[in-house]
Nanobody, 121 residues
Framework: QVQLVESGGGLVQPGGSLRVSCAAS????????MGWYRQAPGKQRELVALLTRDSNSNYADSVKGRFTIARDNAENTVYLQMNSLKPEDTAVYYCNANAKIFPWASLRDYWGQGIQVTVSS
């Protein structure tokens, strides 16, 4: 299984920056895609950014140019640097990993518990 633990959330003023991290642990063969999703109150969970093992990235239009995703494959860790934050970025941010437990196993999605990011003055 894959356990994901997020850290680094909190309260930040509009225009500020914040970095959230997610570390994966457990017994698994390989993590292929790592990413971040978010869910604001009353809204559906949405993709923020994801990054493949070979560094292909995808960003939501709303965060392009402001957020940067990075990962350390050796440490099975993914980071999300968030700059020029806006109140509408306020949400619970969830780490996601797409992984195989064994080489012959199917890909499965794993989720962290979520971490609160609040952008407010």
């Amino acid at each position: 299984q894959v356990q994901l633990v997020e850290s680094g959330g909190g309260l930040v003023q509009p225009g500020g920056s914040l970095r959230v991290s997610c570390a994966a642990s457990g017994n698994f063969f390989r993590i292929y895609v790592m990413g971040w999703y978010r869910q604001a109150p009353g809204k559906q969970r949405e993709l923020v950014a994801l990054l493949t093992r070979d560094s292909n990235s995808n960003y939501a239009d709303s965060v392009k140019g402001r957020f940067t995703i990075a990962r350390d494959n050796a440490e099975n860790t993914v980071y999300l640097q968030m700059n020029s934050l806006k109140p509408e970025d306020t949400a619970v941010y969830y780490c996601n990993a797409n992984a195989k437990i064994f080489p012959w196993a199917s890909l499965r999605d794993y989720w962290g518990q979520g971490i609160q990011v609040t952008v407010s003055s």
